[in-house]
Nanobody, 119 residues
Framework: QVQLVESGGGLVQAGGSLRLSCAAS????????MGWFRQAPGKQRELVAS???????NYVDSVQGRFTISRDNAKNTVYLQMNSLKPEDTAVYYC?????????????WGQGTQVTVSS
């Protein structure tokens, strides 16, 4: 079982920055694929960024060049640095962890943190 606790959301003006953090429990963090998802009102949850256990990163096109995902395995924490924020980035952001048991995948989710970008 993996428990995830997010922090760092809030209200920011367009063009500003925020850094989200997600702390994970357990001793298997380094083997997890970590990601950030977001869900805006009336929209489906979408993957924003992910980082594999080997450090490979992936971003949705809309945040490429503005957001950076990183992980600190010593602290069991994944971060999402968000720069040049836009009103359309407003959403609840969720931390996600993926653990593989052979070919079986288990997903774990944080409680979500609200990010609001004002114009």
């Amino acid at each position: 079982q993996v428990q995830l606790v997010e922090s760092g959301g809030g209200l920011v003006q367009a063009g500003g920055s925020l850094r989200l953090s997600c702390a994970a429990s357990g001793s298997i963090f380094s083997s997890l694929v970590m990601g950030w998802f977001r869900q805006a009102p009336g929209k489906q949850r979408e993957l924003v960024a992910s980082v594999t256990s080997g450090g490979l990163m992936n971003y949705v096109d809309s945040v490429q060049g503005r957001f950076t995902i990183s992980r600190d395995n010593a602290k069991n924490t994944v971060y999402l640095q968000m720069n040049s924020l836009k009103p359309e980035d407003t959403a609840v952001y969720y931390c996600n962890a993926v653990r593989w048991y052979g070919t079986r995948r288990s997903d774990y989710w944080g409680q979500g943190t609200q990010v609001t970008v004002s114009s």
